[in-house]
């Protein structure tokens, strides 16, 4: 059981990291852009596929990182979760699970943290 939960979790995680990138670059061009309007423009790297700037560029990899760090997080939730549900009631498989949870749940605070930090500084940048 342990094995077949590691595979499948890892498989999940392979096939999700292979899909998130194209999502992201998906999300970060359509905010870039300003909508389908601006996509047309000249001269203004909309639709070209490339960030215009350094603080797109910025919040394009910040996007990825947080979107992949969000996955990891919660895939490590539903981890611990299986390892709770299946310890038995030993107090030492309880209590790593229980550590997981707290330790990615943590991880979702800071990246989200992360994301309003980074957000407000390239905002308030001249």
Do not use: W
């Amino acid at each position: 059981m342990k094995y077949l939960s590691k595979t499948l979790i890892i498989t999940l995680s392979i096939l999700f990291s292979m899909a998130i990138p194209s999502m992201a670059y998906a999300a970060s061009n359509d905010s870039i852009c300003n909508g389908i309007g601006a996509a047309t423009s000249a001269g203004s790297g909309c639709g070209s596929g490339q960030p215009t700037s350094l603080n797109h560029t910025i919040t394009y990899v910040v996007n990825i990182l947080s979107i992949i760090g969000g996955i990891m997080a919660v895939f490590a939730i539903v981890y611990a979760g299986l390892r709770f549900v299946l310890s038995g009631g030993e107090s030492a498989n309880v209590g790593a699970a229980k550590n997981t949870i707290l330790y990615a749940a943590i991880g979702l605070v800071v990246i989200g943290l992360a994301q309003i930090i980074v957000h407000f500084v390239l905002n308030h940048l001249p």
